[in-house]
């Protein structure tokens, strides 16, 4: 048997997009990801965990803005209807695409069938599956703020913390011990605030570890503990290559679904009207395969479901053994079992990557073939001995590898948005309220403050998409924070029905706590 093991580890997160209307384009990101990624990751998991030929281990971050969607009574009540308007639009699709439609439409089906079995209760399902010791759940910063770029005020870092600590509980039923930091984005002191919060480890790109100091004896092939008490382990990149790369790895194959080509854009604008659109846009029905990347995308070929299930097979057969002579490589010249942390957005599996949850499962179902061992970080940790002391290095894993793809001329200018609302809400926080109705206020404006720091809006200012959306966004929960403010300061009354509209529009972290915020946060 091959000493060592795989650990993958997928990070599910969503933007806080509760407040959208019906039909919008940011309902639509959350459905999709229901419909392409987590619907099918949760099918493939609870398939090959009862199983008897393999044994799944994984490890899912599950951020509280997603954790919070996923909760939405709403939601889950919209989401059938927006199923129904997808089988409806794939009647209308060319008949040259005959099986391709008609095997998204039984995957639909499928999802639609699953859905309505758990009533919409995904969390439920993500917390049996830990319970089986198959997932291991972690959290993540409470609306995925960056959190090298709010170091300033470090009571910001704990306020983000400890509510999606808090968040995660309340949802899941369990602390979590482990969190996947937003964008892997570490600074130095960083694990003195995660102990606070009663965390205890996360991954980091791979130079987090191999620039630590000391430098790791095993690289990233094994976990370290920083001064704090905090694991940390590294990502692999020969781990990671084949899967994430669309130019390079499996997902750019010609025989697999191509994501950019859409049924949306292909059917005239009067087909379209019933779902409220007045022009063309993807709504997760793609019926064509790769084909070639020189290819323009009207002449993508039709997509073929068996050729490319095939694929999938060959391709995770591949995976397994390339990890497997990694393994026996290191195994040699190692005195430790190795071990291969192979990170990923959750979303590349099944939205990006439409066979991607398929390849997860035949990864899992080959793995006792191929002599590959599968593991999750809690059972990484609970088995190992004393790990090495290093203080990791400052990174992330964003391009270039530290923190300029948030802190660049597109986005920089939000960074004394978070600074000077961060110092306000800390010395609020310090001074306390004396009225019930402040603490009300003071409630509200902590939960504008961790929206306004989402990194999510940053990312998008700097990759040029949808960026009046990510403005919005920003600008939407500034003017929020500081008309609660100036609220409790006294120079504004506020209108009942704003307050209450607005605590329908955000109404995530029901507990919590702006002493996190306060300078003894106690």
Known sequence: MTKGAIAVVLHAHLPYVRSAAPGSLEEDWFFQALLESYLPLLEMLEQTSTDPTCTPRITIGLSPTLLSLLSDADLKQRFPGWLNQRLDLLTH???????????LQATIERHRKGWLRCNGDLIARFSELQ????????????????????????EAIRGQLRTAVREHQ????????????????????????????????????AHGLL????????????????????????RDSNATLPV??????????PQYREFHRDLGWD???????????????????????????GVSLDRKKPYQPSVAAQQVR????????????????????????????APFDAELFGHWWFEGPAFLGEVFRQGARENVAFTHLREVLNKSGQLQLCDPSPSSWGQGGYH????????????????????AMVSRCSRGVARERDLELLKQAARELLLMQSSDWSFILRAGTTTDLARERIERHRQRFWRLMDAMDGNEELPEQWLRQIEADDRLFPLIQPVDWSKTGN
């Not at 319970?131 to 170091?151: N, Q």
């Not at 087909?271 to 846009?281: F, I, M, S, V």
């Not at 300029?404 to 110092?423: D, G, K, M």
């Open 131 to 154: 319970s089986k010791d198959v997932v291991d759940l972690l959290t993540c910063g409470a609306t995925h703020g960056y959190l090298p770029l709010l170091r300033h005020h470090p």
């Open 93 to 103: 699709a060319d008949p040259a695409l005959k099986d391709a439609s008609e095997h």
């Open 170 to 205: 309340r949802l899941i039923g369990e602390r979590p011990l482990g969190i996947w930091l937003p964008e892997c984005a570490y600074y130095e002191g960083l694990d003195h605030w995660m102990r606070d919060a009663g965390l205890r480890y996360a991954v980091l790109d």
């Open 244 to 253: 994430w790369s669309a130019k390079d790895g499996y997902p750019g194959h």
């Open 314 to 341: 060959d391709h995770a057969a591949h995976y397994l053994k390339g990890r497997r002579l990694q393994l026996d490589q290191l195994s040699v010249a190692m005195d430790a079992a190795p071990l291969l942390v």
């Open 267 to 293: 059917l005239p604008i009067e087909r379209l009207a019933p779902l409220g659109l007045t022009q063309p846009r993807p709504l997760s029905l793609k019926l064509h395969r790769v084909t070639d990347h």
């Open 404 to 423: 300029n793809y948030w802190l660049n001329e597109t986005n920089s200018w939000v960074v004394p948005e978070w600074e000077r609302a961060s110092e």
């Open 211 to 234: 620039h630590a100091r000391p430098r790791p004896r095993y690289g990233v092939y094994a976990p370290i503990c920083s001064r704090n008490g905090v694991a940390f382990f590294g």
